[in-house]
């Protein structure tokens, strides 16, 4: 299903309208949910656990049926937004193919698209994710090896490896809409540091067309830091408690995590999120 280009904005834009979400019991998970992403910037969102970000992201994926509202990307809806290869996502779960090699598991999009596979732009994406230093099972032209050896790649990848391969899967095929949940969840900050700069330069960069970013995390530095916009969800039945625009001078550089005022951006995005948590606290008995 797609709009007529008459009903839509010129420019590329993920839109979400009125949005509910019921599960199968009938609760209402998602509430009324209203917001637009732009194309060439990032929208990240945070909200207590198990208020609805991941289920957010997968019914902009289209893997979940709306309730009730519209989600549309660019001028498509999400099932045709996938299916012409359109639309990259890393969930929270990897889900990654554990019989294949990290370098099969990245270019399995190109694949599944009959799209031409270029080893060295794969080369570069994983090691872009920092994967080539710390993993311990061969890549590429040791697969063979591997495989004679019986090492699988679900055998030798941490979790936040892992979410690293998910990640670089997610980019390889420069889309032009990107859902990313909690893609560094899992790593140690250094790295987590890195890989935060590395994804904003990218996505920022000419070698990248400009892409529609939706990206939930759990870390108000690394939300302030990504971000254009960040949007502040509360508990069930979850709705948007805050909107914020970020603001922050191009190109956002690792000085920027030092600065007074990004520190004060982030503590001031924690006591936005303590406070949503903290009303939704069930009044303990006396
Ligand atoms: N497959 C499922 N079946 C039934 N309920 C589910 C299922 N998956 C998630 N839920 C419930 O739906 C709600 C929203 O879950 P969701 O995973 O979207 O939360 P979240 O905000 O991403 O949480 P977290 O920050 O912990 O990842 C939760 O109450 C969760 O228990
Ligand atoms: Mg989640």
């Known amino acids: 299903m797609s709009r007529s280009a008459s009903a839509s904005a010129s420019v590329e834009k993920i839109e979400v309208k009125g949005l509910c979400f019921d599960n199968q019991d009938g609760q ?24 609805g970000k991941s289920t957010l992201l997968e019914l902009i994926a289209g893997l979940r049926k709306p309730t009730a509202g519209e989600i549309w990307l660019g001028t498509l809806s999400p099932d045709a937004c996938r299916k012409k290869g359109l639309l990259g996502v890393a969930f ?3 889900a990654l193919l554990p019989w ?38 061969p890549v590429g032209a040791e697969t063979d090896a591997a495989r004679a050896a019986g090492i699988a790649l679900g055998d030798c990848l941490s979790g936040g490896e892992k979410a690293r391969v998910a990640l670089a899967r997610a980019l390889v095929n420069k889309p032009r809409f990107l ?42 530095q690394e939300a302030t830091f990504l971000a254009d916009q960040i949007l502040v969800l509360g508990e069930k039945p979850t709705s948007i408690r805050k909107r914020a625009p970020v603001v922050f ?11 007074g005022s990004f520190l004060e951006y982030c503590e001031g995005l924690f006591h936005t999120l303590s406070a949503v948590i903290e009303s939704f606290k069930p009044t303990p008995e006396l």
């Open 249 to 259: 001078a191009e190109p956002r550089t690792e000085e920027l995590f030092t600065s």
């Open 100 to 137: 294949k090699t990290v370098r099969e598991n990245v270019e399995l999009p190109l694949r599944i698209l009959h799209r031409p596979v270029q080893d060295a732009q794969i080369d570069e994406l994983i090691e872009k994710v920092h994967i080539d230093r710390f993993r311990p099972c």
């Open 179 to 220: 859902l990313l949940d909690e893609p560094f969840g899992s790593l140690d900050s250094p790295t987590r540091r890195i890989l935060i700069l590395m994804l904003r330069a990218l996505l920022q960069s000419k070698e990248f067309p400009p892409v529609a970013t939706i990206m939930v995390t759990h870390d108000p």
């Open 92 to 94: 929270q779960d990897p």
């Open 28 to 51: 209402r998970i998602l509430d009324n949910i209203t917001f637009e992403a732009r194309t060439g910037s990032i929208t990240v969102i945070l909200g207590p656990s198990g208020c």
